[in-house]
């Protein structure tokens, strides 16, 4: 069963409550590791973001899911 996000009466699938909030975490981290410097490391930026944006989509898919309050 798919399971929905309800905000104000508006159901939203969780895959893209998830991916919303991965694509934030990856922005903030972003800006992060730019500061540090840490990009000056990376072979590939573009490659690294897309890989950071698929492992905090998959946290909060896996880490933060089931805290949230679902409508079957």
Request: net charge positive; proline share 6%; with cysteine.
């Amino acid at each position: 069963m798919i399971a929905e996000f309800n905000v104000a009466g508006v159901f939203f699938p969780i895959a893209l409550v998830t991916a919303v909030m991965g694509f934030i975490a990856t922005l903030v981290i972003r800006r992060v590791l730019a500061i540090c410097g840490f990009y000056r490391l990376v072979w590939h930026p573009g490659l690294f973001d897309a890989a950071l944006f698929i492992l905090m989509w998959g946290v909060f898919a896996a880490c933060v899911l089931p805290s949230l309050r679902l409508v079957p």
